[in-house]
């Protein structure tokens, strides 16, 4: 690449009277002219990263950083009288849901930023995910039409598109690839589904409904077709280079499962080695477990993938034969390895005529992590453990990190310069760095004055998208992320509801004013998480227009909450919630991007959040509520109904969801959920039970922030400890430990 070139490329463009588009799309033609040359070339041992979602968010300002042009860009352009923040208004890929695909982001991040081979696969989805907004409180989902604009950082390779056949038809698989700027260029090379209008279909939408038979088998498609392609090509490669010589191909890639969305891959491989190339289906096999790796994101049933094998082998007949096939390979090792005929049942490939995805990717993978260490705690004991019993070497930790460069960098370029003022530039390669900058009384007031610049910053962009005012002079919590239950945004809002009663009363005179602010979807199908946005937002009406309270509390639902609203909120936030239900967060990632930022954790011991504490200092974070032990315990007697019975100061708050009391219809749902559930035990996620600890912690950081000076060293420390979180310390891991990567 050559920087000067290219900035006179730059200086070369004219702005005037041309739409922010077209200038848009120069700018990015002209970074993506440079690299074109040298890009993508592979000749070392290399990973792949197979996932369903990438959530990249913003290409622009991340490449022009990663180019090292962003400064002189935004230097040449002011001069034209064009300020490349105008680029904000430009809405970017939304190719995923929400952790597991921001995750995949960062790590492509990482992995460039340090001189690792790591290729993204992935599909191109006509649609992203949904844009929403509130109407009279409630959830509308629209759809995400990101390719109405020209995408300037991909590039079409009409070459080399294949075919993924099924039993009803053929797909043309058409890659557009995209680069991962960093020490090298990686590629995201995503497929696009070609050839008939069905076959569109494929690359539709992400994620798209699959409660009827028809949508699970678009599901099967999807995961097919994309990992397809991809083994697809990736043997080829390794053919052209290395002939048949398959027993060398561990040698040559590692393949990673991002969850268990791409568990065909392995089935393809297997069929592409066996049915194509008569490698016997034993040694294909061993060369299988040499090579695959498999990530798993989540511990709860209902979302890990199990696929009728009547589904399977209606579209994919060979794909369903090789499973089974798998299936009874298996059986017969963990015969011969002495296992009991139940925990054969429980590592069974094929149960009910159903295959387990996730015992099949435990089966094949050579290593199987968590993302944190208490997720991974949980594989072993539980989920996993009969497999870990056999096969203890397979399991590994790797706690989820994030890209100080999105997360830091671009999102908080104050608090990255009072870093380069205390310790120099060099941080920004190696963020441990950032450990030794002394907390002393000029970094904390240098500090205290970025915090209120960015909750200036942050207020100003509230008050510009959804026409609400933050109140000033107060202290920021918030809570953003996707809805779900487990995550208790409801309990959030019942703690909003106690505070008010407090405040009310008069007691709590010295109750700093506090604004809770709330970001995230709602799966279009998932009934009580959509009732539970429509439950803060009756809180947040019912508050405002309350004046006795108004001044001292405040919630805000912000719309369509994405990465770059994220990228606003985690820098001007003080108070970072992180409540989910203890045993159920196998680590959050925005736990890691607020500690980044200096916002103080209030949270349960659960996933990442139990490191943050440690790594940041327990005095320096708030955490609450039952253990996972303790809540287990607990569920085979708890009874939320004589549980609230026996307190008032609870009682009253509940009795607002069906008393008329908030706006809008009663919220017979989350009653419902509270006392009379029957499909998992009423409060299963304890709101109510944690309720009281989660109120006593909000009010000892309310009561604490009294003290600006102790309480902004207890940011800065989190701040200044965040260096773990790196997704560059993750990917390392990866490298080392899994993929046996050698850095350039
Ligand atoms: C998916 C679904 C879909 C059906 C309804 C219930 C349900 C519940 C959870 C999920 C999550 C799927 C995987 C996922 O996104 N996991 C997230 O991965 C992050 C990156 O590792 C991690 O930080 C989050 O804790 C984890 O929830």
Partial sequence: MNKQRLLDKFRAISVEGKPLRQIYEEISSACMEEIRPDWGRRTRRTACYFSMEYLVGRAFYNNLMEL???????????????????????????????????????????????????????????????????VAGEQVEEPEDWLAREDPWSVRREREKRR???????????????????????????????????????????????????????????????SAAAIGEIVDKFIAV??????????????????????????????????????????????????????????????LECWKE????????????????????????????????????????????????????????????????????????????????????????????????????????ELSALYDSRIGTGWRDDLGAIARIPADEAALSAFRAVKAEKKRQLREYIRKREGVTLLDDALYAAQTKRLHEYKRQFMTALAVLYLRFELKEGKREDFAPMVFLFGGKAAAGYRRAKEVIRFVNAVAELVAADEEVSQKLQVVFVQNYDVSYAEKIVAGTDVSLQVSAAGFEASGTGNMKFMMNGAVTVGTMDGANIEIAERAGGYNNYMFGVTAEEAELLRESYD??????????????????????????????????????????????????????????????????????????????????????????AIEAYARKIWKLEQT
């Fill in 640 to 729: 939320p109904a004589a549980f609230a019975e026996s307190n008032e100061k609870i009682l009253r708050v509940v009795r607002m969801l069906t008393d008329g009391s908030l706006p809008g219809k009663p919220f017979e749902e989350l009653y419902r959920a509270t006392f009379t559930e029957t499909y998992n035990s009423p409060d299963f996620y304890l709101c109510l039970y944690d309720l009281e600890s989660y109120v006593d912690a909000l009010l000892k950081v309310n009561a604490d922030s009294r003290d600006e000076a102790s309480f902004s060293r207890k940011q800065f420390e989190n701040a200044i400890h965040s260096s773990f979180f790196s997704s560059d310390r």
């Fill in 68 to 134: 090292g042009v962003l400064p002189e860009a935004e230097e040449i352009f002011a001069k034209k009288g064009f300020a490349l923040s105008r680029f904000e208004e430009i809405e970017d890929a939304a190719l995923g849901n929400g952790g597991l695909g921001r995750l995949a982001a960062c790590y492509l991040d990482s992995a460039a930023a340090r001189g690792l081979p790591l290729q993204g696969y992935g599909l191109r989805y006509r649609y992203g995910l949904f844009r929403q907004r509130f």
């Fill in 164 to 226: 993924v056949t099924f039993a009803d038809m053929t797909v043309v698989a058409v890659p557009y690839d995209m680069p991962v700027f960093g020490k090298t260029v990686n590629t995201l090379r995503l497929f696009q589904a070609e050839g008939s209008p069905e076959a569109e279909q494929i690359s539709g939408f992400l994620y798209p409904p699959d409660d009827t038979d028809e949508g699970k088998l678009l599901r099967i498609r999807q995961e097919y077709f994309f």
């Fill in 310 to 413: 009547e589904l399977v082998a209606q579209i994919l007949p060979d794909i369903a034969l090789i499973l089974k096939q798998l299936h009874v390979f298996s059986l017969r090792e963990w015969q011969k390895l002495g296992c009991t005929a139940e925990e054969r049942q429980s590592m069974a490939l094929l149960t009910d005529g159903y295959f387990s995805m996730a015992n099949a990717a435990v089966y094949v993978a050579r290593r199987v992590n968590g993302v944190a260490e208490m997720h991974t705690g949980i594989l072993k004991e539980k989920l996993f453990r009969t497999a870990f019993k056999y096969y203890p070497n397979k399991f590994t930790n790797i706690t989820n990190g994030v890209s100080q460069r999105r997360w830091l960098m671009l999102c908080n370029r």
């Fill in 242 to 303: 290395h002939g048949m010589h398959f027993e060398r191909f561990p040698e040559f890639y590692a393949l990673q499962l991002n969850d268990t969305h791409a568990t065909f891959a392995v089935a393809e491989f297997l069929r592409i080695l066996n049915r194509v190339h008569r490698v016997p289906l034993p040694e294909a096999l061993e060369i299988a477990r040499k090579t695959f790796h498999y990530t798993n994101h989540t511990v709860l049933a209902e979302a």
